[in-house]
């Protein structure tokens, strides 16, 4: 190309450009669906909740429930319990949450049973702080489900729940 | 090793072909006429070791593709029916679970060959590169091959390594769905990586291919690491000798497999794989396969989520930049006597990962796999670049040549005493 025909762009060099650009979009356009089909398909999505009856779960008990193909940890917090997630001093955690807002009541702490590290499933009444213990690296968690220790970088994830009655809850 | 082939076409037929499709002609040229150095070590017969065991993969994957049913319900089953039901079904598992672990000591020792021996030098960085691009198909490969029998260790494996990538800020969850098609490890997992692992082979065969079209363009490496200079008198035809020696190299290869297959089959593997799959249990100690446990033990010494991931990362990939972090002249380790040392010290540091990576990550172990993990990159980053540039090097030969005829008077005064 000489300098020429830089300095006055011919009508066939838009053409070309116009045509390289829509050869382009269609490439991606057809891609697009070859990569779309690895999401989450329709049944997946539509595994949307699951209720849980709380009148068996004694003071102390964890019971895991599963929720879209996810464990859910449901823990009855003794009064202990409760005072130890409610007075940590947020400065001392990786990642600062008040235990008032991961909670509704403070009995029922309803948390994703899954390590934020690399999604090993954490085991109940273990580790320094009470809450969980992470088998795979060795991530501990509190009573609220806040990450204490070990290389997982966040709390275990509190799930949409709400209170169906004083005895029963819906998550998701 | 390129011009025109010297093949001549004897039969009719052949002619006839050879005007129209010249394969014979690439054929003989490639592994017959091909001109190999004379003073290749048994280190050199790794790649057509490695050529086999691709074949013995396949082959072996390929009928027990036949019994294997991809499905959450059935799949654990499935093995198990193959293990106790299908004709030899027992044998054609074991022969392929083994086969993999083979697979990797293989392309382990061939990788250390080209360490030792500076081989990923000019010319043959890309050669290099493409070698180190078939190792990570083959990471992928075992890995979804290892789900496969919906096992624990399969169920687990499977969640901790596509959960590496939420490590990667704002997209990474998007990202880890999208490899699952769900929110965890599930059925439509299982079918995708049985339709991965089937085809990943494949698609190693092709990039092989390019590995090997590359070393018949750059010539082979070999213990002096100096270039061939007079073809005729440093090298042998690759028929009938280097034929001979690697199918003798594989004979004894196969003693090895054998016995590990027929002997010691499960001595490899972990028995929680034989418990079924349990989304809502994991086991209390999760291992990778042998062949993952360096680079696992470099995930769990970082305390910190992201940048473990990228240090696993960087392990895979760092001996890729080897043609320029190793700034060396001298492509030969025999004639590096501080390099040799460096590369033992360097084989020792990726055992003891390797060792730590089957230990509990606490206490004395995530001590020592953080001091091990920090020697690796301290290899890699500034031990070679530096060595290159003041290490004080012993002279290399002439030629091949006269490093042959070195070795045949030392012989030969050894004889006279
Ligand atoms: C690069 C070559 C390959 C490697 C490294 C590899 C590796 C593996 C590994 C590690 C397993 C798990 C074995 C176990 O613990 O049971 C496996 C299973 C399996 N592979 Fe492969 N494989 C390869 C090629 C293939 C091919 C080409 C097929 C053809 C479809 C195949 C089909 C299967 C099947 C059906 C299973 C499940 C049965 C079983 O677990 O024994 N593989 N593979
Ligand atoms: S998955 Fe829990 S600590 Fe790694």
């Known amino acids: 190309m000489s300098d020429d025909t830089i300095a006055q762009p011919h009508r066939r060099d838009i053409l070309y450009i116009a045509t390289g650009a829509m050869a382009t979009v269609a490439a991606a356009g057809a891609v697009w669906p070859l990569l779309d089909q690895m999401n989450p398909d329709a049944t997946t999505l539509a595994l949307s909740s699951t209720e849980v009856d709380l009148t068996g779960i004694v003071p102390g008990q964890i019971v895991t429930v599963k929720w879209r193909g996810k464990p859910v940890f449901v823990r009855h917090r003794t009064p202990t319990e409760i005072a130890e997630a409610e007075n940590t001093p947020l400065a001392s955690l990786p990642d600062p949450e008040a235990d008032s807002k991961r909670v509704k009541k403070p009995e029922w702490l309803i948390v994703v049973g899954i390590c934020t590290h690399l999604g090993c499933i954490p085991i109940g009444h273990e580790g320094e702080f009470d809450g969980w213990f992470c088998p795979c690296h060795g991530s501990t968690y509190d009573t609220s489900g806040r990450i204490r220790s070990g290389p997982a970088p966040s709390n275990l994830e509190v799930p949409n729940y709400v209170f169906v009655s004083d005895t029963k809850i819906k998550i998701g | ?417």
Do not use: C
Not at chain 2, 11 to 16: E, L, V
Not at chain 2, 54 to 70: E, W
Not at chain 2, 200 to 229: D, M, R, S
Not at chain 2, 244 to 251: E, R, V
């Open chain 2, 1 to 417: 090793m390129s011009g025109p082939s010297k093949f001549t076409p004897k039969s009719p037929f052949a002619r006839w072909l050879e005007r129209r499709l010249p394969i014979l002609g690439f054929m003989y040229d490639s592994f017959v006429a091909y001109p190999t150095p004379k003073n290749l070590n048994y280190m050199w017969t790794f790649g057509a070791i490695l050529s086999f065991m691709l074949v013995a993969q396949i082959v072996t994957g390929v009928v027990l593709a036949m019994h294997y049913t991809p499905e959450t319900t059935l799949a654990f089953a499935s093995i198990e029916h193959i293990m106790r039901d299908v004709n030899w079904g027992m044998f054609l598992r074991y022969a392929h679970a083994n086969g993999a672990s083979m697979f990797f000591l293989a392309v382990y020792l061939h990788i250390l060959r080209g360490m030792y021996y500076g081989s990923y030098k000019e010319p043959r960085e890309v050669l290099w590169i493409v070698g180190i691009a078939i190792f990570l198909l083959m990471m992928a490969s075992g890995f979804l091959g290892y789900v496969l029998p919906w096992g624990q260790m399969s169920f687990w494996a499977a969640t901790v390594i596509t959960n590496l990538f939420t490590a990667i800020p704002v997209v990474g969850q998007s990202i880890t769905d999208w490899l699952l098609g769900g929110y965890s490890v599930d059925n439509a997992t299982l079918n995708r990586f049985f339709a991965l692992h089937y085809l990943l082979p494949f698609i190693l065969v092709a990039v092989v291919a390019i590995h090997v079209w590359a070393l018949h363009v750059t010539g082979q490496n070999n213990p002096t690491g100096v270039e061939v200079k007079e073809v005729e008198k440093e090298t042998v035809p690759f028929t009938p000798f280097a034929t001979m020696k690697d199918a003798f190299g594989i004979g004894a290869f196969l003693v090895l497999y054998a016995w590990m297959m027929f002997f010691v089959p499960n001595y490899l593997g972990h028995p929680d794989n034989y418990i079924e799959a349990n989304p809502m249990v994991t086991p209390a100690h999760i291992v990778p396969e042998w062949y993952f446990l360096p680079f696992y033990a470099v995930l769990r010494a970082i305390p910190n989520k992201l940048l473990g991931v990228i240090a696993l990362f960087s392990a895979v990939l760092i001996p890729a930049a080897l043609p320029w972090l190793d700034t060396s002249k001298v492509k030969s380790g025999r004639y590096r006597p501080w390099f040799r040392k460096a590369f033992w010290v360097f084989v020792a540091v990726s055992l003891g990962l390797g060792y730590l990576g089957a230990q509990p990550a606490e206490g004395v172990y995530l001590w020592a796999a953080r001091i091990l993990s920090a020697y690796y990159f301290f290899h890699f980053l500034l031990l070679l670049p530096w060595l290159g540039k003041h290490e004080k090097t012993r002279p290399e030969p002439e030629s091949i040549s006269s490093s042959i005829a070195a070795a045949n008077a030392v012989t030969e005064d050894a004889s006279h005493v």
